[in-house]
């Protein structure tokens, strides 16, 4: 079956997602920016771009306050909602130029019962279904191409004539994929936990790693590889590997979010804070540690990676950006590489170099991915490397730190 497709919001991960969608389907695309496309055609306006459309995406962002990005602590601020204004006008605006023959798709992250009590009464004149998506930047066509499931939110939960349009609409873009259909608020509820199952996940193994570093004759590898293997209560070997913490422009907010949920329903406890918490003061310990070694060895900070995840150019949420928020905090100065930000010292001497992008952990699966795997500077003779992937080799004239490997005698040790 063909569709005419008109995706509203083609930024950052809209765009990619039109650009799959037209793979297989007639596509069009409108956003309040310019925005340019090989494979997808730009509408001038909304009208324009939803006439004769049968399903409309929306890809609108759902912000936090730039305070709650992640990059600097944020535990003790006062819990917030996203802000959904943005999706809102466009939901009104929408509603306008559509009618009840066309499918209105919303992907953007909400908490739950949001679209039950604030978004699909903006738009009666067309049908609306939640339908958001389990994507990140760096790798959303793959993502989108191969999802772990796909989510689709009906107001009573059952497989409507609507969520029977969007399975035949993924077929040939997924093939045999599965799908989790439920309430608008039940899909919105397995979208925002999915994002905090993983927040939670790194916490814990960070955790095994602030262990294994304080203790002694520990390699967290050790440990975590063991618990990889405990597949029947642990279920995935996915975020089980130590080092850098949770980041983006997803699962810190999120988190945040949640924490803000947790107090309108007054449930009492807030395990949401407790991860936030918990990234925070790991990436304090892992400051100290680069201070430290920059301290007794008298030698600048660079940090290899300033961008949330290796291969893309945006800080959102960035754990790179709160582990030098710790080392301003001490005293320690940073200087960043990153070809990704644009930042490309000129190093000419040794240097203490925390090894924050590793794109081998970052994109296990996603392996086609053409992102450095080497780090952006070079390392030279009388450096210390803190690497808290514990995957950079033993090298002549340089000392290894491998971050959460605490052994003595430790094949990945010290140089």
Request: glycine residues 8%; hydrophobic residues 40%; negative net charge.
């Amino acid at each position: 079956m063909t569709f005419k497709v008109c995706v509203v919001g083609v930024g950052k991960l809209g765009l990619p997602c039109a650009e799959v969608f037209a793979e297989h389907y007639d596509v069009v695309g409108y956003d309040i920016a310019p925005r340019v496309s090989d494979s997808v055609k730009m509408e001038p306006s909304l009208e324009d771009a939803v006439r004769g459309r049968d399903i409309i995406f929306v890809a609108v962002e759902t912000p936090h306050d730039p305070a709650y990005g992640g990059a600097a602590p944020s535990s003790s601020l006062k819990p917030k909602d996203f802000d959904y204004s943005r999706v809102k006008q466009v939901l009104r605006d929408l509603n306008e130029v559509t009618n009840r023959s066309q499918l209105v798709v919303l992907i953007s992250t909400v908490l739950p019962g949001t679209s039950r009590e604030q978004l699909v009464s903006l738009i009666p004149n067309a049908r609306f279904i939640y339908n958001p998506y389990l994507i990140a930047m760096g790798s959303v066509k793959w993502d989108l191409a191969n999802p772990e499931m796909i989510i689709i939110g009906t107001e009573d939960g059952t497989v409507t004539g609507d969520a029977a349009v969007l399975q035949r609409f993924y077929q040939p873009i997924t093939g045999s994929t599965r799908y989790a259909i439920g309430t608008w608020d039940e899909a919105e509820c397995i979208k925002i936990f999915y994002n905090t199952f993983i927040s939670m996940k790194i916490g814990v193994v960070n955790m095994i790693m602030d262990v294994a570093q304080n203790n002694g004759n520990i390699d967290v590898d050790v440990v975590t590889d063991a618990l990889k293997g405990a597949d029947q209560r642990i279920v995935s070997t996915r975020y089980m590997t130590a080092g850098m913490g949770d980041g983006g422009p997803c699962h810190p907010r999120d988190n945040i979010a949640l924490r803000f949920l947790a107090d309108r329903l007054d449930l009492g406890y807030d395990l949401f804070q407790s991860i936030i918490e918990s990234r925070e003061r790991q990436a304090e310990n892992l400051a100290k540690v680069v201070a430290q070694a920059a301290a007794t060895h008298k030698l600048p900070i660079i940090i290899n990676g300033k961008s949330y995840k290796p291969g893309v150019p945006f800080t959102d949420g960035s754990y790179s950006l709160l582990v030098a928020h710790f080392l301003s905090q001490m005293g320690a100065p940073v200087i960043w590489a990153d070809p990704e930000t644009n930042d490309r010292p000129d190093v000419s001497g040794p240097c203490v170099c925390l090894l924050a992008h590793n794109a081998v952990v970052a994109y296990p699966e996603a392996s086609g991915l053409s992102h450095a795997k080497a780090p952006y500077i070079p390392i030279l003779p009388g450096s210390v490397v803190v690497d808290p992937w514990r995957l950079f080799p033993a090298t002549e004239g340089i000392t290894v730190i491998p971050y959460g490997n605490s052994r003595v005698g430790r094949d990945k040790g010290i140089a």
